[in-house]
């Protein structure tokens, strides 16, 4: 037989999981028929006009100046920025043992991570319906059961959860974890209550299952809000929490952390193969942290984002037909629609992409194919003369598919 590479022999040297990948489709793709010219309202970016660019330069030039063969070399993760991820934990309410924090790429890396020390083919997880497919998408490629609990205005619907886990337990299935989004989650915007919180955690602690708190938006709160982090409740030991630097600093930066039961932490440290984050980027985002400047950044991004926020809610309501039904939410990067029968969300994508914006429908926040009359909406990375120039759009586009149906 002769070998050729372009007739698909490379097949059959994958592994399974990545032959798995090679058939999905990835969310963090470019819609179709977009332009350059599109106002694009899909993807939940950062607002580039609020990059820190000046004080990444300026703290650059302060650690290579500081000491430029530390930063340089092969090293452990900075400890300062442990520090800094430690207090800003403990100022939650969380008390922090330093052994059970890491540093990561991204949040994104635990997410990849949690399927190789969790997840044989066939085993069952449990995500929100919709979530951040990103995630889902490294579970789903390690052959995991989805198990799709709804999402309500106040966040995961903790009654259907309950009875997934008491149907699973009846069928002797104990689920690997549970993964949630529950402060500003993406895409619905949605804050999950204390009281739902705390019996989340308990359901975990009960049936032994951990609890994923991904708090990617945690910090981007538009006023105060008293709904705790997970890890403060009784039961925390069934809780895994991980945040970012990718929101309130930039993403491009890379960093991240986790926080969880040592077990679970010494299998994430084993797994994570570049062992420690580099010195230069985690000492970078330690120095930024000094004196209080990202305090202080964060306060601002919170109200540029709440104004940006309040914008898009506003033209909304002015441009959008009375029956589509959206959330106001009260921080995080998304606004979330839910559409009447007659405008389906990828057919009134298309046309207003042909308007000159898109959106991301909803289907795309689903492992099982739901969500085909719901809309996320990011507010977080146009201008916000763009964000209402792509309402206005969308809107007309939501009359005119009315207008061909009638
Ligand atoms: C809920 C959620 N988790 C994780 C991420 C990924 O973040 P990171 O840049 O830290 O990998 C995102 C990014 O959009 C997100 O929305």
């Given at each position: 037989?002769?070998?050729n590479?372009d007739?698909g022999?490379?097949e059959?040297?994958?592994?399974?999981?990545?032959?798995r990948?090679?058939?999905?489709?990835?969310?963090?793709?470019?819609?179709?028929?977009?332009?350059?010219?599109?106002?694009?309202?899909?993807f939940g970016?950062?607002?580039?006009?609020?990059?820190?660019?000046?004080?990444?330069?300026a703290?650059?030039?302060?650690?290579l100046?500081?000491?430029?063969?530390?930063?340089?070399n092969y090293?452990?993760?900075?400890?300062?920025l442990?520090?800094?991820?430690?207090?800003?934990?403990?100022?939650?309410?969380?008390?922090?043992?330093?052994?059970?924090?890491?540093?990561?790429?991204?949040?994104?890396?635990?997410?990849?991570?949690?399927?190789?020390?969790?997840?044989e083919?066939?085993d069952t997880?449990?995500?929100e319906?919709?979530?951040?497919?990103g995630?889902?998408?490294?579970?789903?490629?390690?052959?995991?059961?989805?198990?799709?609990i709804?999402?309500?205005?106040?966040?995961?619907?903790?009654?259907?959860?309950?009875?997934?886990?008491?149907?699973?337990?009846?069928?002797?299935?104990?689920?690997k974890?549970?993964?949630?989004i529950?402060t500003?989650?993406?895409?619905?915007?949605?804050?999950?209550?204390?009281?739902?919180?705390?019996?989340?955690?308990?359901?975990?602690?009960?049936?032994?299952?951990?609890?994923?708190?991904?708090?990617a938006?945690?910090?981007?709160?538009?006023?105060?809000?008293?709904?705790?982090?997970?890890?403060?409740?009784?039961?925390?030991?069934?809780?895994?929490?991980?945040?970012?630097?990718?929101?309130?600093?930039?993403?491009?930066?890379?960093?991240?952390?986790?926080?969880?039961?040592?077990?679970?932490?010494?299998?994430?440290?084993?797994f994570?193969?570049?062992?420690?984050?580099?010195?230069?980027?985690?000492?970078?985002v330690?120095?930024?942290?000094?004196?209080?400047?990202?305090?202080?950044?964060?306060?601002s991004?919170?109200?540029?984002?709440a104004?940006?926020?309040?914008?898009?809610?506003?033209?909304?309501?002015?441009?959008f037909?009375?029956?589509?039904?959206?959330?106001?939410?009260?921080?995080?990067f998304?606004v979330?629609?839910?559409?009447?029968?007659?405008?389906?969300?990828?057919?009134?994508?298309?046309?207003?992409?042909?308007?000159?914006?898109?959106?991301?429908?909803?289907?795309?926040?689903?492992?099982?194919?739901?969500?085909?009359?719901?809309?996320?909406?990011?507010?977080s990375f146009?201008?916000?003369?763009?964000?209402?120039?792509?309402i206005?759009?969308?809107?007309?586009?939501?009359?005119?598919?009315?207008?061909?149906?009638?």
């Amino acid at each position: 037989m002769t070998l050729n590479p372009d007739g698909g022999h490379y097949e059959q040297l994958f592994s399974k999981a990545a032959q798995r990948v090679a058939h999905q489709s990835s969310i963090l793709v470019d819609l179709p028929n977009e332009t350059p010219e599109t106002i694009s309202l899909a993807f939940g970016d950062a607002d580039p006009h609020i990059f820190p660019a000046q004080q990444i330069t300026a703290s650059v030039a302060g650690l290579l100046a500081e000491d430029v063969d530390a930063v340089m070399n092969y090293a452990p993760a900075d400890a300062r920025l442990l520090a800094v991820v430690q207090q800003r934990l403990e100022r939650r309410g969380v008390s922090v043992d330093p052994s059970q924090l890491m540093i990561t790429y991204g949040s994104s890396q635990v997410l990849g991570l949690l399927p190789q020390i969790f997840v044989e083919p066939g085993d069952t997880i449990i995500v929100e319906g919709p979530t951040f497919l990103g995630a889902v998408e490294y579970f789903a490629a390690a052959g995991a059961h989805i198990e799709t609990i709804p999402v309500g205005p106040q966040g995961m619907d903790i009654e259907a959860l309950a009875a997934c886990l008491l149907d699973l337990q009846h069928r002797n299935i104990r689920p690997k974890f549970i993964y949630t989004i529950p402060t500003f989650q993406n895409p619905t915007g949605t804050l999950m209550p204390a009281i739902a919180r705390a019996r989340l955690v308990a359901l975990a602690a009960e049936f032994g299952v951990l609890v994923v708190e991904d708090d990617a938006y945690g910090d981007l709160h538009f006023k105060e809000h008293n709904s705790p982090s997970m890890l403060t409740l009784p039961g925390s030991e069934w809780v895994l929490h991980i945040g970012t630097f990718s929101k309130i600093l930039a993403p491009g930066i890379r960093m991240a952390w986790a926080y969880g039961p040592p077990a679970v932490m010494k299998r994430l440290r084993a797994f994570k193969s570049e062992s420690d984050c580099g010195t230069f980027v985690t000492r970078l985002v330690s120095y930024m942290a000094q004196d209080g400047w990202l305090d202080r950044h964060i306060s601002s991004l919170r109200s540029h984002y709440a104004a940006k926020s309040t914008a898009m809610v506003a033209a909304i309501a002015e441009h959008f037909p009375k029956d589509v039904r959206t959330n106001v939410p009260e921080g995080g990067f998304f606004v979330y629609g839910y559409l009447p029968q007659d405008l389906p969300a990828v057919p009134l994508n298309d046309i207003a992409i042909a308007h000159g914006a898109s959106f991301l429908p909803g289907t795309t926040g689903y492992a099982n194919g739901q969500g085909t009359h719901e809309m996320r909406i990011a507010f977080s990375f146009q201008t916000t003369p763009n964000l209402v120039t792509g309402i206005t759009r969308i809107g007309a586009a939501m009359r005119e598919l009315r207008a061909r149906n009638s």
